[in-house]
Every structure is written in structure tokens, then in C-alpha cells.
């Protein structure tokens, strides 16, 4: 990169700077102007098919696709005259003379591209009297995909991802013209890993979710942004949540991913993007003792009962930076023995996955905690199972989500997912990311930080939990461990 | 021990038709409302599916009277807040037995008046009862430790201590005219004719004025409408805020019974009593000539008959003043009672004495 | 003196009224005739007062020409409800090109304004506010949740 030279050119009455050969769209989004476009995607190469990206170049005579030229010293650009807006009017009006009208129906709309530009340039009553081209709807592409040929542009985003990001090239363009559409290649379904992300790309609503398809609108939903727990690589999420129907128990809608270039691009996986149902299922909501509910009193006389015995605390993986401090904190006043479980490895690959199934296993190896097995007469787990439990006479779990051989443990206390609480992970590669709380706990369920405030208090010691002052405690280790 | 019999024959007789007369008050009220305004009023209670436009509604509302639930609230004073209804209706319902429904009656040889108290003094007695009823006012009000029925029972007590001033004095006016304090007397003394024996000579052509006053002061003495200052539905309920189920229902009961008083009292000070003209105890006998003899029983009956249509025909005037006006503001009311009804009806004492004098 | 003819005036109108009003009631009575003078009362149960054209009263969904239900499910009417009383789940509809339609269609008319808001978003015409029926009232709270039963069956 920084062997190019760096050049200046006006987009729109600003003068920007940026580096030669870079595209004149992505140039202007870097400064902060937007232009329309439909085929373009910046992680992807551009096709320049759409034409909806077409910008003026003094000089030139005609508009160029900004998403094919390149900045050039000097160039004075712009992007928004009479001339241009009538030009993308025109694109539309094409576009939508094959693009049917069932927005109504279409788990787009809300975040449809198309739909946006039509209100931003177009706004006018279709003039197209023939009969609109009908093309098959409802085709299952595999996994979760959804495609509707009807709804198509022909953008080939999706043919496009296929061929550079995932390198599976499962879909071509078929046909001429206007009966042209996006098809599997024979014997092919999509089946790779990354098969979510064709639906966040899609401009339009051609390519739709199976597992969100007739959920809810976009626009009932909520987002906050959110980390991905189920690997070490920590992808950038949004949480979509809308708890306002009384009729559902369904809180949590879906996962879409986040931009952050030094983690996840723009991409997340499959994995992390439909398996958000343990949020909303099989949650304990209650305390429970030997598999019977029963009430935080009796919490409480059961947690008295370890008073000047020996402790271990097996802690998780998946507990925040700032828990894991303040737990550690609690454990060093009791004089309490600490170790890690997590979730055992599995399968990566070269894109996004990672063998570590855990988000904060790097946080835990920085404070210090490592996986062992005790023999004291105490222990209290944390999510996961450890390889070995029979040595500890009393078990305490705090636990999410019901599993078998719950009535083993003689006190469970329900703990919050990470969409219900705040906090923050450290990921592979060492980078501290927070995740915001996008729901309240389920039930009588506390964050691992208030049980710990709980259990301090019944044990009789005044230790608030305070996630500012951990997260400050956190990062002086974290100081120490980057040297 | 006839006389003991007689008198309880009476009370049960008078006060069951006084009761009666009550009940269809408040029917009245609630049809001659609805007609002034335009609706046509209660007519859904039936029985048997007989609806009768209303005709069993009295009984529906006492019925639903009873069952209400009679909530005492803790902080009340309960002596006072028990006896307050009490008093109230007592003191209502007691002065309706002093007026004569008939002439009397002789039966056993002795004489009987139709009235429960057929007091040689009944005038005094109803005036001295009516400033009893006073204590209803303000045991209610009192009782009910409440700002609101304090304040009820204040405003009614002021008002009811003026107006009696003002009822009194009209009324002397009257006793001038029918020179006796015993109310069948009076009724008596209307059963004269003059100019030829055309014109009945009763008090309403006698002492027009004390009349008016009479009637406007025995309005605000009921304390209805355009005078319910102490209730002032709209703003503080007043005295009997407190009060719920058959406990209210009394107050309610004596307001209605105040109205039949009233109204049989200016029947019988102005309106000739039970007097149907030109009916005497043994027949018509009429100016023109004419007579018609008629055996005495028959007679107490036409007269009863007379003075219910009377009673009425003022009851449902009372009813139309009160759906006619709007409630007055407290100083003038207290303005309309001392400085104009007291001073007009000792002018209209002064007017009658002197027009007695000359004309002896 | 000028305040007292102005109070009997007042009885006047008050007179007026009453016997105006009883001259009818009483030729009513006998069958005499059917005027009602000035009385404004509907007598409610027996006689029902017309309702206009326009008012606005409980929904009803309609149906397309071969009976299933026009709605789409597309949440315009829950979107553009101001009292958030309209709860749709959808589901899969076989029908081509319709593919949506409503597993459960809920109006909360225990909540509902009345504003006819969902009936001017409705892009299908499927939802009607056109059942010229005053009463409706239930004896339980959870009854006013109307489902897609009650409102295509008025």
C-alpha cells in the first residue's frame, strides 16, 4: 500500500486525498460520500453491471462507472447532478419493469437497496404495460437460502462471493437477457460454510433466509452490536431482537455480521449466525437444587454451607474479561483454588473458523487460569462441564442452559447468555472486544458478575461488582502480558 | 283506648300514604326531568314484564337502596354519624303528620282530625320541627370527618337557620289573616267566598306576596336545587358525602319528604287545604244556587282526593322550578334571604296589618 | 323586578317543553300517534340507531374469491397501528405467487383506538372496519382478543 503515491481529487466541491489506482466509489466512501450502487461491494472485485454507480468526470463526456475507474491526480468529480439522478431514475424504472411489486411479502424490504434508491431517485408509477416476465419463486438453493428469480437484478454479487471468498462456485448466470437468472450448476447445492453471507449481500430480495423467512419485519427488530461467541475469532455481530410480541416467546430473531476489517471483514459463519437459539431455549430461568426449582433463600443457606471448606471454582471460557477478574478476586480472598473449562475444540478453516469453540479463552490465559483438574471438597462450575467431577463432594453449577445430569448439582443458579448482559471478550489475537446487552435476563437468571456479587455478600464479604473497575483491572493485566 | 287506636290507625294510614307520596316523587322528578329535557325517562323496571313506562321504578330504586352495600369509613364519628340520617328523616317526616289531610272526623263522639297531630298549635310545632331537621345537616356533616361534608353541613346550616327567619315571618302574615295557629282551623277560615261567593277566600288571594316568599323560602329550606348549595352536586356533594346504602337512601328519603311537606304546607296555608270550592261538610252549595248534598264520609274523601291533586299539581311545580335554575352562588343566596325575603315579608306584614285595620 | 320576569320566563321554557313533550307522550300512549315530539331518545335494545357509511367499528378479514383469507401477512397494520393492538405470525402459503399468509392474526380490541390506520395500510384490501355492529363487548379481558375466527365470522 504505502509504495503507491498518494494523489488529490475533488469529489463533489471536496478535495480529498487517497492513493492512486484506488476506485473512485471507494474513494468517496472514504471521505464520506455515498454513491448509489447496486453490483459493487467493496470486499468484492467490481463487475460494473448495475450502472448505478455512474459519476461525471470533468473532461469526459459521458459518465463513467465509478465502481471501474480509477482515481487519477487532478480528477474533479461529481456525483450528484440533475443529469446523474435522472441517468439512475432511468436504471431503475428498468430494473423494476421485470422486478416484482410484492414487497409486502418480501423479507427485504425494510433493507432492500433497490427499495431505498427507488424512493431516494425514482418515485413515479411504473409505465411498463406488458406483462412482467414470471420467473420461478421459492427456490431452495440448500442450507438456509431462499431464491426468488423474479426478484433478481442479475448483480451476481452472489456468483461473485462464491468465486473469491468461499472459492465454491456453486452458482452462474443462466439464460439471456431478460429471462436470464442466477441457477445452481448441475448436482450442486450450497453447502459451504459462509452460505449466510449470500443473504446480507443480495441487494435485493432475491436471496432470503429460510431460517428468518416470515419471522418478523426488519423494522420491528433491534439492534445491538454484539460479539460472536462460538469461536475464538470473536466475529463482530448484531444481535436482532424484538421482544414486544406477547404471543411469541421468541426474542431473538437473527445474527447478522458487523464490518471490522481486522477480525471478520464483512463476513461471519453459519455457526455463529443460526445457532442463537440456545439464547432463547432450554434456558434454566430459575434456581434449581437436585433438579427441583427452588428459591434464592435456599441459594443462599446451600452457599452458606461451604464456609471453611476448600474450593475450586472451574471457571469458562466464555465468562467476560471483567467476570473473570472479579471472580479471580473473590477466589484470591477465600483463598479458593481456580481452573478453566470451555467447550472442547473442533473444526476450522481458513477463512473465519477457528479450532477454539471459545470466545475468551485467551482472556482467562492472560489472567492466568489454567485447565486442571482439583480433588477439593467444593466445587462451583461455570457453564461447562469439566472432564471430572467426582472428587467434589458439593457441587455448585451456574449454568445457562438445561443439560443432562442437571440433578447432580446441588445448588444451580441461573446465569445470563451474553446477549443479557454487557462485557468484553479478548479474541485470538489478543484484541479486547465489547458486546452490549441486547435483553434482559430470562427469569430470575443473573450475569456471572451479579451471582458473584451474591455469593460475596452471602459469604459475608463486601465486594460490589463494578464492570468499569475489573475492566480497568483487566487491562493493567493485559499491559503486563503484552510486556 | 278508641283514641289510642284511632291515633295508631292514623299514623299507619297517613305515614303510609305520605311514604307512597315519596316514592312517586322521585319517579316524577325522574319522568318530569327527562320530559323538560327532552327524554323520555326511566321505563325499564317491570314486573312480570310489565313495564308500565317506569310505574314499578320507585320500588326497583328503593329495592337497590337496600342492597347497596352500607360502607362505614373508619375514620368517621360514629354517634353523630349514625344519628344524622336519623334525625334527618324523623325530622322530616314528624311536621307531615301536623297537616290535615280532611276535615275531621267524628266518630265514638268525639272528634277526630285527619292529621296524626291534630294540634291546636300546628304551626309552631312544624316551625320548630323544621329547625330541628337543622341537625341532621350538621350531625351529617360533622360526623363524617370529612372537609368536604363539614364544609355541607356549614353551608346548610347558615342557609336553613336564614330561610327559617324568612318562613316564619311570611307566615305570620297568614296567621294575621286566619287568625289561628291550628292548621284545620285554617283550612276552615279558606272555605269563605267572597265577591258574590265566586272567589274562594284563600291564602294565595289573601297574602299573594307571602305566598312567594313562603314558597321560595321553603325551596331553600329543602335545600334543593336552585338552592343545594350545601349538596352542590357539581363540586362538594356536601353532608352526606360520606354516607352509602340505606344510610344515604334516608337522607335522600327526607330530602323527598321535605318536598311533600312543602308542597302540603302551601296547599294548605294558600291553597284552601283539602277545600274543593264551594264543598261544604254536608254537600256542594253552589253561587249560582245550586246544591248537592252529599253524606259526610263521602265528603272527606272528595277532599281527601282535592288535596292530593293540589299536593301534587305544587309538587310537580316545585320539580319544575328545580329543573328550570340554575343553583345560586352562597352570598347571594344569603343576600336573597336577609336582605330581600326578610325585609319583603315584614313589609308584607306591615301592608297586611294595615289593610286589617282599615278595613275594621 | 326585571330578574323575576326573567325567571318565570325561564319556567316558561321549561313548561314549554314538558307539555309539549307530554302532549305527544300521552297521543303515543293511546296509539294516536307515532311523532315523538322533541324526545331525542332511542330506546336502545328495541330500536337501534342507523349507523353512517363511514364509521368505524370492529374489523373483519376479508376472503379472496376462492375462500381463503386475502391477507398477506405483510404487517402493514401492525406497523402502522398507533396502539400496537394487531399480533400476526406468518407462515408459508403453497399459493403461488402469494407465498405468505397469517397462522395467527390477533386485533386486541380491548386495545384498539379505533383509528382505521390499519385499514388505509392494508395493501390488499384484506382487512375492513365495515361491520356495522356497536356491541362489542365480552365478559372476560382475554376474549377481546379478536383471532382470525371471530374476524372473518361477524
Known amino acids: 500500500m504505502s509504495n503507491r503515491k498518494r494523489i488529490k481529487i475533488t469529489i463533489d466541491g471536496k478535495e480529498i486525498e487517497t492513493y492512486e489506482g484506488t476506485l473512485i466509489i471507494k474513494a468517496a466512501e472514504d471521505a464520506g460520500i455515498y454513491i448509489p450502487r447496486l453490483c459493487y461491494h467493496e470486499a468484492l472485485k467490481p463487475d460494473g453491471n448495475c450502472r448505478m454507480c455512474f459519476v461525471e468526470i470533468e473532461g469526459l463526456r459521458k459518465p463513467v462507472p465509478s465502481c471501474l475507474t480509477p482515481a487519477k491526480e487532478g480528477m474533479v468529480i461529481r456525483t450528484d447532478t440533475d443529469a446523474l439522478k435522472k441517468h439512475r431514475s432511468s436504471i431503475l424504472e428498468m430494473i423494476l419493469t421485470t422486478h416484482p411489486m410484492d414487497c409486502p411479502i418480501c423479507d427485504q424490504a425494510g433493507e432492500c437497496a433497490l427499495q431505498d434508491y427507488y424512493f431516494q431517485y425514482d418515485l413515479k408509477e411504473s409505465r411498463w404495460r406488458e406483462k412482467k416476465e414470471k420467473k420461478p419463486k421459492r427456490v431452495h438453493w440448500g442450507k438456509n437460502l431462499i431464491y426468488d428469480a423474479a426478484r433478481c437484478i442479475i448483480c451476481k454479487r452472489c456468483v461473485r462471493f462464491l468465486d473469491e471468498i468461499t472459492g465454491t462456485q456453486e452458482l452462474g448466470v443462466f439464460e439471456r437477457g431478460i429471462h436470464s437468472y442466477i441457477g445452481l450448476f448441475d448436482g450442486n447445492r450450497i453447502e459451504n460454510d459462509y452460505s449466510g453471507n449470500l443473504v446480507d449481500i443480495c441487494p435485493v430480495g432475491a436471496i432470503t433466509d429460510l431460517d428468518f423467512r416470515f419471522k418478523s419485519r426488519v423494522w420491528f427488530l433491534n439492534r445491538t452490536p454484539s460479539i460472536c461467541p462460538f469461536c475464538a475469532r470473536g466475529c463482530n455481530i448484531e444481535i436482532h431482537t424484538n421482544t414486544k410480541n406477547p404471543f411469541s416467546s421468541q426474542r431473538v430473531y437473527r445474527i447478522k455480521p458487523r464490518k471490522n476489517l481486522e477480525v471478520n471483514k464483512w463476513w461471519i459463519c453459519d455457526e455463529g449466525r443460526y445457532s442463537y437459539e440456545f439464547i432463547d431455549s432450554d434456558r434454566i430461568e430459575y434456581p434449581m437444587a437436585r433438579g427441583k426449582k427452588t428459591s434464592w433463600d435456599s441459594v443462599r443457606q446451600e452457599i452458606l454451607k461451604i464456609v471453611g471448606k476448600d474450593v475450586r471454582l472451574y471457571v469458562s471460557a466464555w465468562m467476560s474479561n471483567e467476570e473473570l477478574t472479579y471472580w479471580m478476586q473473590i477466589a484470591k480472598t477465600f483463598d479458593w483454588k481456580l481452573s478453566l473449562v470451555g467447550k472442547p475444540r473442533g473444526k476450522g478453516d481458513e477463512i473465519l473458523k477457528l479450532p477454539d469453540k471459545n470466545p475468551n479463552r485467551k482472556g482467562a490465559e492472560i489472567l492466568g487460569i489454567r485447565e486442571e483438574i482439583g480433588h477439593e471438597e467444593v466445587a462451583v462450575v461455570f457453564h461447562f462441564l469439566p472432564v471430572s467431577l467426582e472428587r467434589h463432594k458439593i457441587k455448585i453449577g451456574i449454568f445457562t442452559n438445561k443439560f443432562e445430569g442437571m440433578d447432580k448439582f446441588d445448588i444451580i443458579i441461573p446465569a445470563a447468555v451474553f446477549a443479557e448482559k454487557e462485557g468484553s471478550w479478548t479474541n485470538f489475537q489478543g484484541k479486547v472486544q465489547n458486546f452490549q446487552k441486547a435483553l434482559e435476563p430470562i427469569g430470575e437468571a443473573k450475569s456471572e458478575g451479579e451471582i458473584g456479587e451474591f455469593l460475596a455478600n452471602t459469604l459475608g464479604l463486601d465486594l460490589q461488582w463494578e464492570i468499569g473497575k475489573y475492566r480497568e483491572e483487566f487491562e493493567k493485566e493485559l499491559r503486563k502480558w503484552n510486556g | ?360 | 323586578m326585571r330578574l323575576f320576569i326573567e325567571a318565570v320566563k325561564g319556567l316558561g321554557v321549561t313548561m314549554k317543553h314538558f307539555f309539549l313533550n307530554m302532549f305527544y307522550h300521552i297521543l303515543r300512549f293511546f296509539h294516536l300517534s307515532h311523532k315523538k315530539g322533541e324526545t331525542v331518545t332511542t330506546q336502545y335494545p328495541e330500536e337501534k340507531r342507523e349507523t353512517f357509511t363511514r364509521v368505524r367499528l370492529r374489523h373483519r378479514l376479508l376472503s379472496r374469491d376462492d375462500g381463503r383469507l386475502r391477507c398477506v401477512a405483510c404487517y402493514m397494520c401492525a406497523t402502522a397501528c398507533p396502539a400496537q393492538c394487531i399480533y400476526i405470525e406468518a407462515e408459508e402459503d403453497p399459493r403461488n405467487p402469494l407465498e405468505k399468509k397469517p397462522k395467527q392474526f390477533i386485533i386486541n380490541l380491548g386495545r384498539c383506538a379505533y383509528c382505521g390506520f390499519c385499514v388505509e395500510a392494508c395493501p390488499e384490501d384484506a382487512l375492513r372496519m365495515d361491520v356495522h355492529v356497536p356491541e362489542i363487548s365480552e365478559y372476560k379481558k382475554e376474549d377481546l382478543l379478536y383471532d382470525i375466527d371471530k374476524l372473518t365470522h361477524w
Do not use: C
Open chain 2, 1 to 360: 283506648m278508641e283514641w289510642v287506636i284511632a291515633v295508631a290507625v292514623k299514623v299507619i294510614v297517613i305515614f303510609t300514604w305520605a311514604l307512597l307520596t315519596v316514592l312517586y316523587i322521585t319517579l316524577l322528578e325522574r319522568k318530569e326531568s327527562a320530559v323538560i329535557q327532552d327524554r323520555i325517562g326511566a321505563n325499564r323496571a317491570s314486573i312480570l314484564g310489565l313495564r308500565l313506562n317506569g310505574f314499578f321504578q320507585p320500588y326497583a330504586d328503593a329495592l337497590k337502596m337496600f342492597f347497596k352495600e352500607d360502607y362505614t369509613p373508619p375514620f368517621v364519628d360514629k354517634p353523630f354519624y349514625y344519628l344524622a340520617p336519623l334525625v334527618s328523616i324523623v325530622f322530616a317526616l314528624i311536621p307531615v303528620g301536623a297537616v290535615p289531610v280532611a276535615d275531621s272526623i267524628g266518630l265514638f263522639g268525639r272528634k277526630f282530625p285527619l292529621s296524626v297531630i291534630g294540634s291546636n298549635v300546628g304551626v309552631v310545632l312544624i316551625l320548630s320541627l323544621l329547625s330541628l331537621a337543622v341537625y341532621g345537616v350538621i350531625f351529617g356533616g360533622y360526623g363524617s370527618r370529612n372537609k368536604y361534608g363539614v364544609l355541607g353541613g356549614m353551608r346548610g346550616t347558615a342557609q336553613a337557620i336564614s330561610y327559617e327567619v324568612a318562613i316564619g315571618l311570611s307566615l305570620v302574615g297568614v296567621l294575621m289573616v286566619f287568625p289561628s295557629l291550628d292548621l284545620n282551623e285554617i283550612v276552615h277560615l279558606q272555605n269563605r267566598y267572597i265577591l258574590g261567593g265566586w272567589v274562594p277566600l284563600w291564602g294565595i288571594f289573601l297574602q299573594p306576596l307571602a305566598a312567594v316568599l313562603f314558597l321560595i323560602a321553603g325551596m331553600a329550606e329543602n335545600k334543593r336545587v336552585p338552592f343545594d348549595i350545601p349538596e352542590g352536586e357539581s363540586e362538594i356533594i356536601g353532608y352526606f358525602l360520606e354516607y352509602s346504602g340505606m344510610k344515604f337512601g334516608m337522607f335522600f328519603v327526607a330530602d323527598f319528604v321535605e318536598i311533600l311537606l312543602l308542597a302540603a304546607l302551601f296547599t294548605t296555608f294558600f291553597l284552601g287545604g283539602y277545600n274543593l270550592p264551594w264543598l261544604f261538610t254536608e254537600g256542594f252549595h253552589f253561587p249560582w244556587g245550586g246544591s248537592l248534598a252529599m253524606s259526610p264520609i263521602i265528603v272527606r274523601i272528595v277532599q281527601f282526593v282535592t288535596f292530593n291533586i293540589k299536593l301534587w299539581i305544587m309538587i310537580w311545580f316545585l320539580l319544575l322550578v328545580r329543573w328550570t335554575y340554575p343553583r345560586y352562588r352562597f352570598d347571594q343566596l344569603m343576600d336573597l334571604g336577609w336582605k330581600s325575603l326578610v325585609p319583603l315579608s315584614i313589609f308584607n306584614i306591615l301592608i297586611t296589618a294595615a289593610v286589617m285595620v282599615v278595613i275594621r
